[in-house]
């Protein structure tokens, strides 16, 4: 399997965009989906979003709706989180991975972890 890469952390203000992407992101026969995950300093590590290959569906942790992005690029193989209105509180250290579902991939993941890009946001 093609290890998969993250990139595109950084700093940011209050306010402000970013875009990760998940290079290598690509499903199997059973995992159909790729989701995003951040942990922040003394927290447990969260999920964020997924998307599904098969149909381009998504699923979001409540506080991004609205303001994060999930997507894929098919031919590329990578999948993306664009982020707008980054807050303080988005400050986290991001991570993909992959999962049987969107449904499923938030609470069991079928890969490992990178060291996933850093991402903060100040106020």
């Known amino acids: 399997q093609v290890p998969r890469v993250e990139s595109g952390g950084g700093s940011v203000q209050a306010g402000g965009s970013l875009r990760l992407s998940c290079a290598g992101a690509?499903?199997?026969?059973?995992?159909?989906?790729t989701a995003w995950f951040r942990q922040a300093p003394g927290k447990e590590r969260e999920f964020v979003a997924a998307?599904?290959?098969?149909?381009?569906?998504?699923n979001y942790l409540g506080s991004v709706k609205g303001r994060f992005t999930i997507s894929r690029d098919i031919a590329n193989n990578i999948v993306y989180l664009q982020r707008n209105d980054l807050r303080p509180e988005d400050t986290a250290v991001y991570y993909c991975n992959i999962g049987r579902s969107i449904g499923t991939v938030p609470r069991r993941v079928l890969g490992s972890w990178g060291q996933g890009p850093q991402v903060t946001v100040s106020a």
């Open positions: 998307i599904s290959w098969s149909r381009g569906m998504t």
């Open positions: 690509g499903h199997t026969v059973s995992a159909d989906a």
